[in-house]
């Protein structure tokens, strides 16, 4: 036991001498007369593992080494907290029990503010904070619900409503109106469209019955969602609530669905496409700092393969129709018991057979499952195949040597959604994540949130978070932050002009990051307080 502590102590001083370049001597009760050489080599093992992550490659400026010092030492007594202090550690616990202690963290408030660039995996009805949709939408005038045989909440938006036996259709504000407490009932409505409950691990026992709470929610909103005056406001609510987390670009995965309105008009997809585009050019001129949107349009995977074929087309046509706000196709729904890719293949050849060649880029779900040698598993060989241009999850993909192989070569970047893979139940403890591996091995990664609104998540930080503390290791520092959040500009569906504009824009936004960041520092660390940015170093690293 004493030895093994010792061991560990001995680790964490070596490891850390690149970022706190003052250690000097080991720590005591390391053999001195240990052969020096062999330290040696062990350090070059090390050194030459660290260079290769992403990020490892990085040369921090001063200002940023400084900044770097602050977040590390966060880090640490996070870290400390849980190695040693037995406090839970927030990767190990499900996101709806750690949430608070992640707000609570000195290592999430940085990152919080920190720029992180895009976010590349997101969906079009579950992106945007819950509490904004009861607060607006189910407020709003001809907004109705009613309760089916199984005391199932729907929404729909009429001018008068239907007859219903089923599901008899009543304002909301009848309801609202009859009870005590509003907040109550506002939360209620909350509930019925989010995931999040106190005891997951009985809730949700399994992969299955979390998928199918997880429909029956987004089936829900999307009564609110599709109403077209809701539809706009929850977009641009959607960009609003990214700009504040510091971020600057989306992609939407969007099924351009039917959105309708009072007088019973459906917009066609290239019409809801249009609102995207208008509400995307809207927010950018209110907001001049803010890059932009994509979409990528998306079916299911549960359609036949001549719809399929449509859509495909339609998409290509709106490739030309939205240059610069329609990015190209996928396919989602729960992809395990879902169509292969390989079912499609017809329809998902067609661009590139046609003659012309047809020009369509894929984003492809593939690989979001724990089942090796299954259908899902091998979507990731057909997705590369296809010429993705990125994988969404990708979170079997380690398992696959070829594909690993092509994958880092043909620089298709994996969108890791670490709170996703954890609470649709892949993983529970986000360190023995997959991409983990990614990380260590310098891959092509993004990180993004999925649908974050579903599990009380908001913007990017809190994936940012987990994949900083839970998926890379404890001497994963700034530099991996830096390098996450360029690639998911370098890796996003940007033409080469938008990139560098949009890098450009992240640039300034780091500057002010750092420097800002330096400046509290200083401000705040002659106070006697319990301050966010007082460095902390442990002794046993400092030597
Ligand atoms: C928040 O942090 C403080 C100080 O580190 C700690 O005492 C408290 O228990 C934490 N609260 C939560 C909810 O983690
Ligand atoms: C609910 O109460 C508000 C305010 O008192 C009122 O304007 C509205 O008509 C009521 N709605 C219904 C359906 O009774
Ligand atoms: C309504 O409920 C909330 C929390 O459930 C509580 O904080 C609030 O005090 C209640 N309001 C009234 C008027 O009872
Ligand atoms: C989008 O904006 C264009 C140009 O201003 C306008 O013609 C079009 O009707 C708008 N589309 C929608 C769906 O609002
Ligand atoms: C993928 O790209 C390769 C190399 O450019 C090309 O030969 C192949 O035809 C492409 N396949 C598809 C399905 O687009
Ligand atoms: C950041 O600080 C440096 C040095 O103090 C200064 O040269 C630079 O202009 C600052 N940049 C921003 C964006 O504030
Ligand atoms: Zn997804």
Same mark, same amino acid.
Request: with cysteine; proline share 6%; glycine share 4%.
């Given at each position: 036991?004493?030895?093994?502590?010792?061991?560990?102590?001995?680790?964490?001083?070596?490891?850390?001498?690149?970022i706190?370049?003052?250690?000097?001597?080991?720590?005591?009760?390391?053999?001195?007369?240990?052969?020096?050489?062999?330290?040696?080599?062990?350090?070059?093992?090390?050194?030459?593992?660290?260079?290769?992550?992403?990020?490892?490659?990085?040369?921090? +400026?001063h200002?940023?080494?400084?900044?770097?010092?602050?977040?590390?030492?966060?880090?640490?007594r996070? *870290?400390?907290?849980?190695?040693?202090?037995?406090?839970?550690?927030?990767?190990?616990?499900?996101?709806?029990? @750690?949430?608070?202690?992640?707000?609570?963290?000195?290592?999430?408030?940085?990152?919080?503010?920190?720029?992180?660039?895009?976010?590349?995996?997101?969906?079009?009805?579950?992106?945007?904070?819950?509490?904004?949709?009861?607060?607006?939408?189910?407020?709003?005038?001809?907004c109705?619900?009613?309760?089916?045989?199984?005391?199932?909440?729907?929404?729909?938006?009429?001018?008068?409503?239907?007859?219903q036996?089923?599901?008899?259709?009543?304002?909301?504000?009848?309801y609202?109106?009859?009870?005590?407490?509003?907040?109550?009932?506002?939360?209620?409505?909350?509930?019925?469209?989010?995931?999040?409950v106190?005891?997951?691990?009985?809730?949700?026992?399994?992969?299955?019955?979390v998928?199918?709470?997880?429909?029956?929610?987004?089936?829900?909103?999307?009564?609110?969602?599709?109403?077209?005056?809701?539809?706009?406001?929850?977009?641009?609510?959607?960009?609003?609530?990214?700009?504040?987390?510091?971020?600057?670009?989306?992609?939407?995965? @969007?099924?351009?669905?039917?959105?309708?309105?009072?007088?019973?008009?459906?917009?066609?997809?290239?019409?809801?496409?249009?609102?995207?585009?208008?509400?995307?050019?809207?927010?950018?001129?209110?907001?001049?700092?803010?890059?932009?949107?994509?979409?990528?349009?998306?079916?299911?995977?549960?359609? +036949?393969?001549? *719809?399929?074929?449509?859509?495909?087309?339609?998409?290509?046509?709106?490739?030309?129709?939205?240059?610069?706000?329609?990015?190209?196709?996928?396919?989602?729904?729960?992809?395990?018991?879902?169509?292969?890719?390989?079912?499609?293949?017809?329809?998902?050849?067609y661009?590139?057979?046609?003659?012309?060649? *047809?020009?369509?880029?894929?984003?492809?779900?593939?690989?979001e499952?724990?089942?090796?040698?299954?259908?899902?598993?091998?979507?990731?060989?057909?997705?590369?195949?296809?010429?993705?241009?990125? *994988?969404?999850?990708?979170?079997?993909?380690?398992?696959?040597?070829?594909a690993?192989?092509?994958?880092?070569?043909?620089?298709? @970047?994996?969108?890791?959604?670490?709170?996703s893979?954890?609470?649709?139940?892949?993983?529970?403890?986000?360190?023995?994540?997959?991409? @983990?591996?990614?990380?260590?091995?310098?891959?092509?990664?993004?990180?993004?949130?999925?649908?974050?609104?579903?599990?009380?998540?908001?913007?990017?930080?809190?994936?940012?978070?987990?994949?900083f503390?839970?998926?890379?290791?404890?001497?994963?520092?700034?530099?991996?932050?830096?390098?996450?959040a360029?690639?998911?500009?370098?890796?996003?569906?940007?033409?080469?002009?938008?990139?560098?504009?949009?890098?450009?824009?992240?640039?300034?936004?780091?500057?002010?990051?750092?420097?800002?960041?330096?400046?509290?520092?200083?401000?705040?660390?002659n106070?006697?307080?319990?301050?966010?940015?007082?460095?902390?170093?442990?002794?046993?690293?400092?030597?």
């Amino acid at each position: 036991m004493e030895s093994n502590t010792l061991f560990v102590l001995a680790l964490f001083a070596l490891s850390f001498k690149k970022i706190c370049h003052h250690v000097h001597s080991l720590p005591l009760g390391i053999n001195m007369e240990m052969d020096n050489s062999y330290l040696q080599d062990r350090q070059k093992i090390i050194d030459k593992e660290y260079l290769t992550r992403i990020g490892g490659n990085l040369v921090l +400026t001063h200002a940023e080494d400084k900044v770097n010092q602050i977040l590390m030492a966060a880090k640490d007594r996070e *870290i400390k907290d849980s190695f040693y202090n037995g406090v839970p550690f927030p990767p190990n616990l499900h996101f709806f029990e @750690a949430k608070p202690a992640i707000e609570n963290s000195t290592v999430f408030q940085l990152i919080k503010k920190m720029p992180k660039g895009g976010a590349l995996h997101l969906h079009d009805c579950s992106m945007t904070d819950l509490r904004w949709l009861v607060k607006t939408a189910t407020y709003m005038d001809n907004c109705y619900m009613c309760y089916d045989q199984n005391k199932k909440i729907n929404f729909h938006f009429f001018r008068s409503p239907p007859q219903q036996p089923g599901c008899p259709w009543h304002p909301v504000s009848f309801y609202r109106n009859q009870t005590a407490n509003v907040s109550v009932f506002d939360d209620m409505l909350y509930q019925s469209m989010s995931l999040e409950v106190t005891d997951p691990q009985t809730s949700y026992p399994t992969l299955d019955a979390v998928w199918r709470k997880f429909e029956e929610v987004l089936m829900r909103a999307n009564g609110l969602i599709n109403y077209a005056p809701v539809f706009a406001a929850y977009y641009y609510q959607a960009l609003k609530e990214f700009m504040e987390d510091n971020v600057q670009y989306i992609e939407v995965r @969007a099924l351009l669905p039917e959105v309708y309105d009072l007088d019973g008009k459906i917009y066609t997809p290239v019409q809801v496409m249009e609102i995207y585009r208008n509400t995307t050019v809207k927010f950018v001129q209110d907001n001049p700092t803010f890059t932009g949107a994509k979409v990528i349009k998306t079916n299911l995977r549960f359609k +036949t393969p001549s *719809i399929i074929k449509s859509d495909i087309i339609a998409s290509a046509e709106m490739m030309s129709q939205f240059p610069d706000h329609f990015a190209g196709y996928d396919l989602v729904g729960q992809e395990d018991p879902g169509k292969p890719l390989l079912y499609y293949i017809d329809a998902l050849l067609y661009p590139s057979s046609h003659q012309p060649p *047809i020009y369509l880029p894929y984003f492809f779900h593939a690989g979001e499952t724990d089942w090796e040698g299954t259908s899902t598993d091998y979507n990731l060989i057909d997705a590369l195949l296809l010429n993705t241009t990125r *994988i969404g999850h990708g979170y079997a993909l380690p398992k696959h040597s070829e594909a690993m192989m092509m994958v880092q070569k043909q620089k298709v @970047a994996i969108e890791v959604n670490p709170i996703s893979n954890q609470v649709l139940k892949l993983v529970d403890d986000l360190r023995n994540h997959p991409a @983990a591996i990614l990380f260590e091995q310098g891959f092509p990664v993004v990180i993004s949130a999925d649908d974050p609104a579903v599990w009380g998540a908001k913007g990017l930080s809190y994936d940012f978070y987990e994949a900083f503390m839970g998926l890379a290791g404890r001497d994963a520092d700034l530099k991996i932050l830096k390098q996450l959040a360029m690639n998911s500009l370098t890796y996003s569906a940007m033409k080469t002009q938008e990139k560098a504009q949009a890098l450009d824009m992240w640039n300034t936004k780091w500057q002010i990051f750092i420097n800002s960041t330096l400046e509290e520092y200083d401000r705040n660390k002659n106070l006697k307080t319990d301050l966010v940015f007082i460095p902390n170093l442990p002794k046993d690293i400092v030597g």
